[in-house]
């Protein structure tokens, strides 16, 4: 009877499978065998795309003469580290008694390329070859995954991206960074003054590296505006609370020149002539002129994808993407949470009917014990497959990342930063079988002669879904302009001021001029730079927002971490890893004018994010692969030929000497 192969990427998910087969394992070198079955896995990537030099010797030296690096076919080699495991797994293969392959690599692009490689490299043919697309590492789905594996030609497309992927990042690293470096290396490492360094570029990397260079320059760019506000100290029986002066319809200063915004002057000397204008009023009393009373709704956030987690572990742990994602592909591992490679929010309709095994799975963490009974208790995830937070359409690979309700003991023997993260997604997840956070807000204008005070205050009146999310305490909001938004207040405060009525007479105890001035664009951190590389070059720090705005950002879910990782390992950025911000170095930034003044579309977060989007189109079947590397070949050549062909190393120089003032000893100079 021929026996089952089956191929996992990592040596701990062979285990996993083997485990969840049942079979009496006996252990070999590089695999487990049974009567039935034979397990064996990669260690990551066991084969890769040779360097220049393999196809001839020439392209060993780096000249203008050998660019563009075209080549009709492709060559690949086996990681001489990596050999003895593929030539196990090879073997493997190629045994008479094995009858079917299945593949269980990792279920996304990078894992159907590893597989697509080993294969290829082996030569495998005559042998039926299945896919095993698994969502987490239990048991139940292992088994499931198994049974329900298709025919491996139908992810034949998905492939064919990952096959382009892996070319395009290919001949854009070695044709650009070796044109840049002949063009310019030399006048980079002499200004530095030290030793040779080639110019690296990528088609993520460096698009990436343009942000955070553009956001640096913003704030050395920016001038702060300083602007004066007026307050009207009011109060109301005995509760004081403050007004805000506007120079709306009706004031003696609507429209004027003097004013920075409606809400304050340019120069203290026109507040100050304000107040005084106002202390001078006979009754220092101010009249209810509008009292609006509204309901405010804040629903549950979707679901956790990789890069929501990445941005709020960066926010709240102050932890890197990187490092992210190595503790929760290690929850994964431990069957924890579900794939989290993954760029979905929401459930799969499947999943959500039988979403109660990973509720009543969380009541044996204590955390989140009492939340997840009170779920069951009220069979409040019933109707979650026809809510927002089910949706097939948003979902290409994965759904979300959410706790699978297993292996709970393992947390004991895991790092207490993952047992954070952990909480974190379960928090979130069983937020979704809450109800909304509703909140009570009050607006209120007052009046004294023509000028009229803005007052917003709210308070938490159903808690809702904070109960397990958390109620961080509120503050007042301003934007760049000083403008208070609105008050938390208490639910007495709140009662007293809904007594009052249009007309009510409220005493004015006083005047306070507030300074402020404007703010210059935030520095990103390491996760609102993971969410502005998904939404394309748009940082949208908005959740509500974020989850509307659907497309192919810069890199993928998968990527992103160790773009970020890279960028800071050849010290073109800087992390500070107590704050998670980021900057450029000196290098980076010469690297970034470099390109502007060479391949400026290198730079584009939305044609970078077209490239992404375009090997999506491969996956689906849209585009062709041949359609697809026509548009590729072309832009290298194009762009490669052109940097021969400039001279433009003087101006250069200016560019480096106006960054260079920002920099001393390799150490930025921060502006105050």
Not at 40 to 54: A, D, I, N, R
Not at 352 to 364: C, D, M
Not at 399 to 418: D, F, H, V, W
Not at 573 to 595: A, C
């Amino acid at each position: 009877m021929p026996k089952s192969l089956y191929i996992a990427e990592k040596p701990s998910v062979a285990q996993e499978f083997a485990k969840a087969l049942k079979e009496q394992m006996a252990r070999h070198d590089g695999y487990l065998e049974s009567e039935k079955s034979v397990v064996t896995w990669c260690v990551g990537h066991l084969v890769t795309m040779s360097y220049p030099e393999k196809y001839d010797e020439k392209f060993k030296k780096w000249a203008f003469e050998t660019l563009p690096f075209l080549p009709e076919t492709f060559k690949y080699e086996v990681i001489p580290s990596v050999k003895k495991q593929y030539d196990i797994v090879r073997g493997l293969l190629h045994r008479e008694d094995v009858g079917t392959i299945y593949v269980c690599t990792d279920s996304g692009r990078e894992g159907e390329y590893i597989y697509r490689l080993v294969a290829m490299m082996a030569g495998v043919k005559g042998k039926a070859q299945k896919r095993v697309w698994i969502d987490s590492q239990t048991e139940e789905e292992i088994l499931r995954g198994i049974r329900e594996a298709k025919d491996l030609g139908e992810y034949d497309h998905l492939a064919d991206s990952a096959y382009l992927r892996a070319k395009e990042d290919y001949l854009m690293g070695i044709n650009f960074s070796r044109a840049l470096s002949l063009k310019y290396s030399y006048s980079v490492t002499n200004y530095l003054g030290g030793k040779y360094q080639a110019i690296s570029v990528g088609r993520v990397m460096t698009c990436v590296l343009g942000m955070v260079v553009r956001r640096e320059r913003e704030i050395r760019n920016f001038v702060k505006t300083p602007f004066y506000r007026v307050l009207a100290h009011q109060q109301f029986q005995e509760h004081k609370f403050d007004g805000e002066w506007r120079a709306v319809e009706g004031s003696a200063y609507y429209q004027s020149p003097l004013l920075y915004k409606e809400n304050g002057f340019k120069e203290k000397k026109n507040a100050e002539a304000l107040v005084q204008k106002l202390a001078q009023t006979e009754s220092q009393e101010s009249v209810v002129e509008k009292l609006e009373k509204k309901k405010e709704t804040k629903n549950p956030p979707l679901l956790y994808n990789l890069a929501e987690l990445q941005n709020d572990c960066s926010r709240m742990f102050k932890i890197s993407p990187d490092q992210t994602l190595s503790i929760v592909q290690e929850l994964y591992e431990k069957k924890l949470v579900t794939y989290p490679r993954t760029d979905a929010r929401v459930l799969s309709s499947a999943v959500a009917k039988e979403i109660r095994k990973n509720i009543s799975g969380l009541r044996q963490y204590s955390p989140a014990a009492a939340f997840a009974g009170e779920v069951l208790e009220k069979g409040s995830y019933q109707g979650i497959g026809k809510s927002r937070y089910t949706n097939d359409k948003q979902i290409t690979d994965h759904y979300a990342i959410i706790p699978t309700g297993q292996g709970i003991s393992g947390l004991a023997r895991m790092s207490e930063l993952s047992g954070k993260v952990y909480d974190a997604v379960v928090r979130r997840f069983l937020s979704i079988f809450y109800p909304p956070a509703i909140y009570q807000k009050i607006s209120l204008v007052t009046r004294m002669g023509a000028e009229r005070f803005f007052s917003s205050f709210r308070v938490l009146s159903e808690e809702g879904y904070l109960k397990v999310a958390g109620n961080p305490t509120a503050k007042k909001k301003e934007d760049t302009s000083g403008r208070e938004e609105e008050v938390s207040c208490d639910q007495e405060f709140l009662a007293a001021l809904s007594r009052l009525k249009k007309g009510s007479v409220l005493a004015v105890e006083g005047y306070e001029i507030k300074e402020g001035e404007t703010s210059p664009p935030k520095r990103y951190t390491s996760g609102s730079m993971i969410l502005a590389m998904e939404n394309a070059g748009q940082l949208i720090e908005d959740e509500e927002l974020r989850s509307q705005i659907k497309g192919s950002g810069i890199g993928t879910s998968a990527t992103r971490a160790e773009i970020l990782k890279k960028l800071c390992h050849i010290k073109y950025l800087s992390l500070n890893n107590k704050t998670q911000v980021i900057t450029p170095t000196q290098m980076g930034e010469m690297v970034y004018d470099v390109v502007y003044a060479s391949i400026r579309p290198l730079l584009n977060p939305e044609l970078t994010a077209s490239w992404e989007k375009g090997l999506t189109y491969v996956a689906e079947g849209s585009i062709t692969p041949k359609e697809y590397m026509g548009k590729l070949e072309h832009f290298v050549s194009r762009h490669t030929l052109n940097v021969r062909q400039l001279k433009n190393q003087t101006a250069l120089k200016g560019c480096f000497d106006a960054a260079a003032v920002y920099y001393k000893s390799g150490k930025k100079k921060e502006k105050p």
